[in-house]
């Protein structure tokens, strides 16, 4: 059996967390719990008013020895991790930084299918999910650097 290649090992450890939902009121999920504990201790542990988009991709490239951007809970701060590539380039398991009113969400790509572009993440829906996003949205396409 082939090694499986970066990028398949991203996907496949953030599929390992679909259906992971927050939960209504100040009791966290346990689950996204543990994902906060790689986020600085004064950002609000409450999942239901956070977003914690980037707390999830950063939780996979933890887990998945990828690493992550300086303060990789924003999901801005994934433009400065890997290497550009174009969307039309992108393959699953890549990273991809949306505008959303408000700030940014950060997901790895699935596929895209016309003038959509679905994404494995967290806090889509509340919960961990592949959803739909715009094109127009896209503020960037990373992929794992490998060295050379």
């Not at 174009?86 to 398991?93: E, F, I, P, V």
């Not at 790509?109 to 509340?126: A, H, I, M, S, T």
Request: net charge positive.
């Amino acid at each position: 059996m082939p090694t499986p290649t970066v990028n398949q090992r991203i996907y496949a450890e953030g599929l390992k967390y679909i259906g992971v939902k927050e939960w209504p009121g100040p009791k966290t999920n346990p689950q996204i719990a543990e994902m906060f504990r790689l986020a600085p201790d004064w950002l609000d542990q409450d999942d239901s008013k956070t977003a914690w988009c980037g707390i999830f991709r950063g939780t996979v490239g933890h887990l998945t020895a990828t690493g992550v951007p300086a303060e990789h809970y924003r999901a801005a701060n994934w433009l400065n991790w890997g290497e550009p590539v174009k969307l039309d380039d992108a393959r699953q398991g890549d990273t991809v930084v949306f505008s959303r009113t408000g700030g940014n969400h950060v997901a790895i790509f699935d596929r895209l299918e016309g003038d959509k572009v679905w994404v494995l993440g967290g806090n889509q829906g509340n919960a961990v999910s592949i959803a739909p996003y715009a094109r127009s949205l896209v503020r960037g396409v990373r992929r794992f650097k490998e060295s050379k």
